[in-house]
C-alpha cells in the first residue's frame, strides 16, 4: 500500500511539510508554525527507546510511529507479537483436561489455530475501529482517503498489540507462580491492552 507520505506535528497533531533538513551529513529538526515545538523529536531516537515510550502510553512517540516513521519495522515485530500471543494461548488451552486427551493430535494444529484465531482477532478488531469512526465522524470519514483511513487503524491496532509483551513473564515463570497471580497479570494486560486500543483510536480520530 502506497500513499502520498503526510507528516504531523507530533505535539499538536498539525500537518507539516518536512520534520528535518538535512544539510550534507548533519540533520537539523524543524519547529512546528502552529505551536512552535520541534516537529518529531522523535527522528533523532532508536527505534528501542520510540518503542519503550509507546508501552509507556506516549501520544508522541504514537502519532511519530503512525504518521512520521516507516512500518516496516513495527510489522515485523507484530508478527512477533502474534507468535508469542498465539503460543501463551496455545500453552494455556493445552493445559486444560479435554486437549490434554487429543495431544497426539493438538500440539501443533492447535498452536496454528491459535495464530489463525487472534490474525482475525486483530482484523475484527480494526473493523469495529473503523466502523465507531464512522457512525460517530461520518462527514469526516466520507472526508479522507478510505484506504490510507483503514490501513491507519490497522497500524493503530498493531500498536495497542504492543501490550501483549507483557505476556511474556507468564510464558517464562508459569510453572513458579500460582493461578491467583497469573489471573492478576492477565488482568493487568488486559487493562493495559484496552487503554492502549482507546489511545490509539483517540489519537487518529482526533486529527482534523
Not at 25 to 31: A, Q, S
Not at 118 to 124: E, P
Not at 188 to 206: D, E, G, P
Request: charged share 20%.
Amino acid at each position: 500500500m502506497n500513499f502520498k507520505p503526510t507528516f504531523i506535528c507530533i505535539n499538536c497533531g498539525c500537518e507539516v511539510k518536512e520534520l528535518y533538513k538535512k544539510y550534507s551529513n548533519v540533520i537539523k529538526t524543524v519547529n512546528c508554525e502552529k505551536c512552535h515545538k520541534v516537529v518529531d523529536k522523535y527522528v533523532e531516537f532508536e527505534p528501542v527507546i520510540i518503542l519503550v515510550d509507546t508501552v509507556l502510553l506516549s501520544q508522541q512517540a504514537y502519532r511519530h510511529i503512525l504518521y512520521n516513521r516507516d512500518f516496516k519495522l513495527f510489522w515485523k515485530l507484530s508478527l512477533m507479537l502474534l507468535l508469542l500471543e498465539s503460543f501463551a494461548l496455545w500453552r494455556e488451552k493445552r493445559e486444560q483436561p479435554a486437549v490434554r486427551q487429543k495431544a497426539n493430535t493438538t500440539y501443533e494444529q492447535g498452536f496454528y489455530m491459535c495464530c489463525f484465531q487472534n490474525i482475525i482477532d486483530n482484523l475484527l478488531c480494526t473493523m469495529l475501529l473503523f466502523t465507531i469512526t464512522l457512525l460517530l465522524r461520518t462527514k469526516w470519514v466520507l472526508e479522507k482517503d478510505m484506504k490510507r483511513l483503514i490501513f491507519t487503524l490497522l497500524k493503530a491496532n498493531t500498536l495497542a498489540n504492543f501490550s501483549k509483551f507483557f505476556l511474556l513473564p507468564i510464558i517464562l515463570w508459569r510453572e513458579n507462580t500460582t493461578e491467583f497471580d497469573i489471573n492478576l497479570h492477565r488482568i493487568i494486560v488486559i487493562a493495559h491492552h484496552l487503554c492502549s486500543q482507546k489511545f490509539v483510536y483517540v489519537i487518529v480520530s482526533s486529527l482534523p
